[in-house]
Every structure is written in C-alpha cells, then in structure tokens.
C-alpha cells in the first residue's frame, strides 16, 4: 500500500510567477485536500476535489486553483504568487466524508522570493 | 480560519513522564482528529473520536472528547524522546465547506 506522494519537495518562485504542486493519493482513497501551512502555523484548507470536482473550499483567493484526474491525483496551481504565499503546502488523501481520518504527504516547501 | 487552540503551546518534559495536550474548538462537530508533525514535514494521523464518543484509547495515547465544553485532550503515556514533535487537534465541522480544520499546535519536548 503506498502513501501519499508530493512534488517537488521544495521550490523556489519568483514574486509574480505560476506554480503547479503534484500530489499522488494513497492507494484506495478517491478524495484529495490540499492545506497551507505558514511557519508556526496550523494548516489551513484550500480545497478539496472528489470525482474531479472541487467538493469544498477554504479562504482561499482564485488565483488557487485545483485539478483531480480519474486516478485520483491532483494537482495545485498558484498564479501570480505572492510573498505571503511562501509556506508548505500539504496534500492529504482520504475516503470521501474523510470519517475515517486524513493520510497526508510529506509536502511541498515554497519559498516566494 | 482556525477553529482549535490548542494548550499549551509548548510542552517540555522528562521521558517516562505522560504529556498532556488539550484543545478547544467553536462549533458543532463530526469528528475531532489529533495529528502529529514532526520537524515542519508532513503530519501522520494518530486517533480519530466521533462526536458520540467519549474516550478513545490506541497504544500509550489516551483521547477524550467533551462535546458540551467543546473540548478534547490527548494523554500520551510513558512519553519518550522520539515522542518530540508538534501536535495537532483538527476537527471535522457539521455544515460549512471547510473540511478538516486545524488548531496551531502545541510543540512536544521530550528530553532523554
């Protein structure tokens, strides 16, 4: 059984510029949540995708914006970013409802420069 | 937004000693999930208590759940070193488009 798997592991972006964040689901689970976690900070929701449709979404700008594949993988898309939006993004796959808890990926350090 | 606090912030303790985190949150629950987070890299899913239940137990961990205060604890027993971490409660809201909302943590020292 695999976990969750996110690339790259770490990112440098420049102020302005688009970036795209990949996640794997763990075998089995047909549901993806992406969370922002500034420094210090609890993670935050951005959204969630379940059969390819955002089920869900945070206080995120649109300028986040999501995809899910037919097999469950995801992707996170970040235009125009911001200084603010250096952190680490975090994916987690689950069940949809997730009432039987969150496996969460390793994440993607972004750094905005 | 962030509905859970969790207290302390920081914990510093010997090993063999029991580690006792606490967390408050606002609204009306699914579930309530306690997380652990090691060195700013991802978090692994420890226990899981539904809103109906009141204690829940799995190895040294110890969960309680009081919906009418709305709060919840984590005990961890006979702590040890690798036990350091950053701990997280998140809870499943009734309602609303936020899925799993997380506290901002209370940072675990174990100390040998």
């Known amino acids: 059984e695999t976990g969750v798997t996110q690339s790259p592991t770490h990112l440098i972006k420049t102020r302005g510029q688009q970036v795209t964040l990949r996640c794997s689901s763990q075998s089995g689970h047909n549901t993806v949540s992406w969370y922002q976690q500034a420094l210090g900070q609890g993670p935050q929701f951005i959204f969630q995708y379940y059969r390819e449709e955002e089920n869900g979404r945070g206080n995120f700008p649109p300028r986040f914006s999501g995809l899910q594949f037919p097999n469950y993988s995801s992707e996170l898309n970040v235009n125009a970013l911001e200084l603010d939006d250096s952190a680490l993004y975090l994916c987690a796959s689950s069940l949809v409802g997730g009432t039987y808890g969150y496996t969460f990926g390793s994440g993607t350090r972004l750094t905005v420069v | 937004s962030q509905q859970g606090e969790e207290d302390p912030q920081a914990l510093s303790i010997q090993e063999g000693e029991n580690a006792t985190m606490n967390c408050s949150y606002k609204t009306s629950i699914n579930n309530l999930q306690w997380y652990r987070q090691n060195s700013g890299r991802g978090l692994v899913h420890l226990i899981l208590?539904?809103?109906?239940?009141r204690e829940k137990h799995s190895g040294r961990l110890r969960v309680t759940l009081d919906t009418s205060k709305k709060s919840s604890s984590l005990l961890i027993t006979a702590s040890r070193a690798a036990d350091t971490a950053s701990y997280f409660c998140a809870t499943d809201p009734q309602g609303g488009s936020e899925k799993l909302v997380f506290g901002k943590g209370t940072k675990l020292t174990v100390n040998p």
């Open positions: 208590i539904r809103s109906n239940e």
